[in-house]
C-alpha cells in the first residue's frame, strides 16, 4: 500500500511539472531559410569584411537611386577628382529649388548662415568674421566677401552649392551639419543679401542716365 501511495504521489508530481510548463517548443526543428526568420545585427563601425568572406555583400551605403527621408533636393553632380573640375563647372548650370523663402523661413536660413557661415563670411557678408578680425583673429587670409565682390555676386547658386556641399580652397565641406534643403535656403538667403547690397545704387544709376539724357 505504501508503494503504491509513493507511485501515485510521483506520477501526480510529474502531471504537476508537465502542467506548469509553458508549452514552448525549446528546440525548433531544421530553419530552411534561417535569415528570413532571424537577421543578422550590422553594426555601423564594424570591420563588414568577414560577411565578405562569407560570400555576403554589405557596404552600409544606400540603394543606388534612392533618396534618403529629408533630402529631397537630389544635387546629381559629384565632386571632382583632384586635378579636375568639370562638375565645379557644370554646377553653374543648377538652379536653386528654394525659390522663396516666407518671413519664418528666412530667420531660419538667417540663424543657419549665421551659425555655420558667419564665423568666417560675417554676420553683414562681409569676410570680416571672427575668424579674420580685422586681421587680428586666428585665421591668416580673409574669407570670401560674400556681398561687394562682383565675383561672389556673379557666382551662379548651384556654384556656390557645389562650394557648400564639396568644399573648396580652405573652406570645408557642410554637407554634414546642413541639409540639402538648408544649404540651398542658407544660398537663397545669400543671394537675397546681394541683391539687396545693389538695390541703392539703382535709383542712383537712373538719376545719372537721365540727367545724361537731357544734356
Known amino acids: 500500500m505504501k508503494k503504491i501511495s509513493i507511485i501515485i504521489a510521483v506520477f501526480a508530481a510529474g502531471i504537476a511539472l508537465v502542467s506548469c510548463g509553458d508549452g514552448l517548443k525549446r528546440k525548433p526543428g ?29 557596404n552600409n551605403k544606400p540603394v543606388a537611386g534612392t533618396i534618403a527621408r529629408g533630402e529631397e533636393m537630389p544635387f546629381l553632380l559629384t565632386k571632382d577628382l583632384p586635378g579636375d573640375t568639370a562638375n565645379y563647372v557644370a ?20 540663424r543657419l548662415y549665421l551659425v555655420n557661415c558667419g564665423i568666417c563670411h560675417g554676420a553683414k557678408l562681409d569676410g570680416n568674421g571672427p575668424l579674420y578680425k580685422d586681421g587680428k583673429g586666428p585665421f591668416p587670409a580673409k574669407p570670401a566677401t560674400l556681398v561687394g565682390d562682383a565675383k561672389y555676386e556673379a557666382m551662379p547658386d548651384g556654384q556656390m552649392f557645389y562650394s557648400v556641399t564639396y568644399g573648396k580652397n580652405l573652406m570645408g565641406s557642410y554637407a554634414s551639419q546642413l ?15 546681394q541683391s539687396a547690397g545693389k538695390a541703392p545704387s539703382a535709383p542712383a544709376a537712373a538719376a545719372d542716365s537721365s540727367a545724361t539724357a537731357k544734356k
Open 30 to 58: 531544421t530553419v530552411y531559410m534561417p535569415d528570413m526568420g532571424d537577421s543578422r545585427a550590422y553594426e555601423t563601425y564594424a570591420d563588414h569584411s568577414i560577411l565578405e568572406k562569407k560570400g555576403i555583400f554589405y
Open 179 to 193: 541639409s540639402r534643403k538648408q544649404r540651398w535656403a542658407v544660398i537663397h538667403y545669400i543671394k537675397s543679401k
Open 91 to 110: 554646377s553653374k548650370q543648377v538652379a536653386n529649388p528654394v525659390t522663396s523663402l516666407n518671413a519664418k523661413e528666412t530667420a531660419e536660413a538667417e
